[in-house]
């Protein structure tokens, strides 16, 4: 029976990070959104209709391994609340861990504009983001994205029973993995370092 933690939020909010304290917290398995990003780009090229398409393949069949082997998922992602289509995917996903007898946790945080913006140039996203390292294009996607989408939910809206809202602005990666591991009284797996996190 596998878990599903989704962290999701705007661009540069700092999903990568809270996951990844989880991801040690709890020894969860972990895979960000771009990871399926990155390489389909580097095999298809950026936005072409074979990357779109291995990009999704490369999610599907994560997600299905997951459930198949027991193991225990993180998963960064972009929601855009207005679009019915992101609610169908991320119910989809829900459905696909508890069908199985596994858990779906859904983590939503946010942050100041102007903080996203600082965020979205650190050395640390630069590293490990490769599409993040044109600052121009990717500070234009994140200002054309908060303009034109609805990155967080409203006030009073929850999509699941695990639903958990974080402003994380003056929060540290750990401090808000501590407040998920509590709110969904989360208990670590015994697994040995490389079995979750081998060449991190």
């Not at 596998?2 to 999903?15: R, S």
């Not at 995917?89 to 100041?112: K, R």
């Not at 994140?142 to 609805?150: I, P």
């Amino acid at each position: 029976m596998a878990n599903l933690i989704i962290v999701c939020g705007p661009q540069a909010v700092g999903k990568m990070t809270v996951a990844e304290s989880l991801r040690d917290k709890l020894r969860y398995n972990m895979m960000m959104n771009h990871d399926s990003i990155e390489i389909s780009d580097r095999i298809f090229g950026f936005a072409t209709p074979a990357q779109k398409e291995f990009n999704r393949y490369f999610r599907e069949k994560a997600f299905e391994l997951a459930v198949k082997y027991n193991v225990d998922m993180i998963f960064t992602y972009v929601c855009a609340f207005e679009m019915q289509e992101e609610r169908d995917y991320l119910t989809m996903l829900h459905d696909q861990f508890t069908q199985s007898g596994g858990s779906f946790y859904f983590v939503e945080l946010s942050a100041a504009l102007e903080e996203r913006i600082a965020r979205n140039e650190t050395p640390y996203r630069m590293e490990r983001k490769a599409s993040k390292r044109d600052v121009e294009w990717s500070r234009a996607n994140l200002l054309h994205d908060a303009e034109h989408h609805r990155l967080n939910s409203m006030e009073g809206e929850t999509w699941f029973e695990h639903h958990l809202k974080i402003d994380n602005t003056h929060l540290s990666p750990g401090q808000v993995a501590d407040q998920v591991i509590e709110a969904f009284h989360l208990i670590p797996n015994k697994k040995d370092e490389k079995e979750y996190r081998y060449g991190v």
